[in-house]
């Protein structure tokens, strides 16, 4: 099912909507674009969801926050696409080749729990200061689990380290056929190594041998210049009008 219900729900999701409280729905102040009102309703699942849940809820164009779901339903802007590819279809360039070898080469790559302690924090604070991502204030270890670590379904996180220092996290959500990858963090001194990339990369990679078929990057908005680096993974996918449309990068 692809078509968006009367009042904007995903139809993918539609057989998931019971099982769904909804907290919040109201405009707020866009986080991807300035000067834009966003409108992304907010769930809590009422019932334990299952990999095929999780399946369902990805295809629909849900994004998890914490324990909490929301999808963008911000008419008349439509510049937030998610996106995804699928796995085994997955374009290795030239250059994304190198970034996996100097990784193998130079660091430790581990997927487990995903965990809160003192070192992850300060990198996610680092991150957003070294980046330019915002102005909020810095988060401690309370939020940080509310926001990445608290999830309603199974989450996995890779951990990069260069020697024993850890140099960037990324925590990924578990689905029967999908993966998706929900925020990365990383030293900016770290920047030879485009942990980035190698973030998305290692999703991949996880995903084609654990037989999952579709990586969900997130959205992608074209003017935001955080967001609009997925268009360098190809071929891909994305959401617009309800319909999951093969996207012709040059």
Known sequence: MSAIQNDGFPGQAASLRDRLMIVQDAPSPCPYLDSMTARMPLFYPVTELSGSDVDRLLAGGFRRSGN??????????????P????????????SMKRVLKRADKDLTMTWRRPIVDETRVRLYNEHRTGRNLGTSPPIDEVDYHAFLTET????????????????????????????????THFDPSASRYSPGTLA???????AQSHQRRWVYLGLYVASNPHLNYKSRFQPQQRLINGTWTEITIP
């Open 68 to 81: 909490l779901l929301y999808y963008t339903r911000c008419a008349p802007c439509h510049a937030c696409e």
């Open 152 to 183: 309603c379904w199974p989450t996995i996180e890779l951990e990069i380290k260069q020697g024993e220092r850890l140099i960037g996290v990324s925590i990924m959500d578990v689905g029967l056929q999908s993966v998706s990858a929900v925020y």
């Open 200 to 206: 998305v990369l290692q999703q991949i990679r996880w």
């Open 83 to 94: 996106t995804r590819i699928e796995a085994d279809r997955f374009d290795w360039s030239t």
